[in-house]
């Protein structure tokens, strides 16, 4: 079953609108659990932005490639941080978006002009001077994926026994792959690709001896225990661990909003929202800066 449609929540002038779409059979509890944390964590952002002038229309957008699962599920934490929201801000009004398509995102700025967002990182290195974003801050979610990416066969015992085999990944983003996570290891032309839709779609595949190896990221590694056969698929090679999620500002956003944004998000996950943050697996909100994302950077503009 297919889920999509813009999901509206909120008192009073204050509304967060998140879209998701996704395959549903393909995806196991464990997985489900990825999308929570990113609409979470996008909701305590708004829970906090400095109070702004009467009229001003905050917008944020998340962006989690290869996420899964149903904003819906966040619905229950999205409802307490909004009326901690309301009650603290008194904002006329703020939305967000989330998505997982890259396109559907582009659509979102261009139309929108977002003030903040939170994003994978394949897509702030892709964006990052196009788009002219500021790195304000970062967020590491638990079963979140997108820290470190792996390898993995049932029947290959080293990277060199994959390279020529199919290669079965939803990992689209080549330039990524080849300039940041491989760190130099391989190419992707060094396989047999096999594009794959859905985020257990290539384990199934190594399972299925439709394909050799598998490239997949932690938190689908952290789901083989769920797939029936998982418990035969190894790991062959593993990437440097990752930075989180940037929060990020785009030029739209006014100077002193942004600073201010920046240096509160330490506080987010304190007092109210702090059962909340818990329940859905935020581990880590935090201030930071275009340098914490320096060695990634200058990996993926060489």
């Known amino acids: 079953m297919n889920l999509g449609g813009e999901i509206v929540k909120g008192s009073g002038d204050c509304f967060i609108s998140l879209r998701a779409t996704s395959n549903w059979p393909e995806v196991s509890d464990r997985m489900r659990s990825r999308l929570i944390p990113v609409a979470v964590a996008a909701a305590s952002l ?69 003030q903040y967002g939170i994003l994978s990182l394949p897509a702030y290195l892709a964006w990052k001077d196009s788009k002219k974003l500021e790195v304000i801050g970062q967020v590491t979610v638990a079963n979140g994926g997108g820290l470190q990416y792996f390898i993995v066969s049932k029947s290959a015992s080293s ?10 990944t939803d990992h689209d983003d080549k330039t990524f792959i080849n300039k940041v996570a491989s760190g130099g290891a391989f190419k992707m032309d060094d396989f047999d690709v096999q594009a794959m839709k859905r985020p257990l779609q290539g384990i199934k595949a190594v399972i299925k001896d439709e394909a050799k190896c598998a490239l997949i990221d932690d938190a689908q590694l952290a ?28 030029p739209s956003a006014d100077s002193a909003d942004k600073k201010k944004f920046s240096g509160i998000l330490g506080n ?11 329940e859905v697996g935020i581990q880590t ?3 930071a800066s275009d340098s914490d ?10």
């Not at 307490?80 to 801000?89: H, R, S, T």
């Not at 225990?225 to 990020?248: E, I, L, Q, R």
Request: proline share 5%.
């Open 46 to 114: 708004f829970a906090f932005i400095p109070t702004v002038d009467a009229g001003t229309d905050v917008k944020l957008l998340v962006l989690k490639e290869h996420g899964v699962g149903s904003a819906a599920q966040a619905q229950p934490y999205l409802d307490k941080l909004i009326g901690v929201a309301q009650k603290a801000m008194g904002w006329s009004s703020a939305s967000g978006k989330y998505t997982t398509d890259r396109g559907e995102a582009q659509d979102y700025v261009s139309k929108e002009s977002p």
């Open 159 to 168: 990277l060199a026994d994959c390279k020529g085999a199919k290669l079965a």
């Open 223 to 250: 789901a083989l225990a769920t797939v029936d056969g998982g418990k035969d698929v190894k790991t062959v090679w593993k990437s440097a661990a990752m930075p989180p999620m940037p929060v990020v500002a785009f």
């Open 268 to 278: 987010l996950c304190s007092g109210d929202a702090k059962t909340a943050c818990n």
């Open 285 to 287: 909100l935090k201030s």
């Open 293 to 302: 994302y320096g060695q990634v950077l200058a990996s993926y503009q060489k």
